[in-house]
């Protein structure tokens, strides 16, 4: 009789529509250094978060695609957006592979946070879905949810843009309603928005919980390999892989910030 193994040295495949997802990245390898991961950066067409609900279907199922056709052993999409809005869709295709979004994660950490007043800040088309809010209300609905788009912020933390005067600016345009009275707890609903976090903290002279769903997120996925039994050997040697649809370059130089190094090669593929 065949024995199943208990481990699964394919690598984990993780995408988004830029950089964001490298969010998702860090944690996980800090959280399983011995997790081989394929990342997907569809940053020919970043940002979704403005795109129509067609589109992100169409682009989440291109994306999903490449990751099968690099033999993953499960796809996160390391996207709020493609999360909230792109889900049924893709589960709707029956993959093979167990696929994971960030939505579910979000809402545990944030309900567990046991805050009365939370805000949920995301993309145009995350805040549309209402995703966090209804999650967040399934678990317990007397708890005050805000959710705000705040469009902007994608393309700041695409350019590098951090800190510093013009990101107060922008999080002043979307947040200056909360500021005399913050709320108890911050959702970072966007993988993007983490780089952002201490600028947030800041913002709010550290009166509010900033929730990052980028840690969150790599909680639920070791828990999943774990409870499947899936995840690599503990002394398994990890290979990275980085692939884009456009800009490979500039991607490689950015990635050092979400990684904390250039990542050895990023390779560009044409999606769809
Ligand atoms: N980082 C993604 C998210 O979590 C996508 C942002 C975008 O492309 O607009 O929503």
Partial sequence: MAVRSKFDNRP?????????GLTVVAALRRRLPGESIIYLGDTARVPYGDKSVEAIIRFAREDVAFMRSRGVKMIVAACNTVSAVAMDALRSDHLAEPLLGVIDS???????????????????????????????????????????????????????????????????????????????????????????????????????????????????????????QMAAQADNCAVHGYFVTDMPAAFGRHAARFLGEVPERVEQILLG
């Fill in 12 to 20: 984990i495949g993780i995408f988004d529509s830029g950089l964001g």
């Fill in 106 to 228: 979000g809402v545990r950490a944030t309900v567990a946070a046991g805050a009365r007043r939370i805000a949920v800040i995301g993309t145009r088309a995350t805040v549309n879905s209402d995703a966090y809010r209804r999650g967040i209300h399934a678990a317990d609905c007397s708890i005050k949810v805000e959710s705000i788009p705040c469009p902007l912020l994608v393309p700041l933390v695409e350019e590098g843009i951090v800190d510093g005067p013009l990101v107060e600016m922008v999080l002043d345009r979307y947040l200056s309603h909360l500021k005399s009275a913050p709320p108890e707890a911050l959702l970072l609903g966007c993988t993007h928005y983490p780089l952002l976090k201490e600028a947030v903290v800041r913002y709010f002279d550290g009166r509010t919980r900033v929730i990052d769903s980028a840690c969150a997120c790599a909680s639920a996925v070791a828990d999943f390999l774990c409870e499947h």
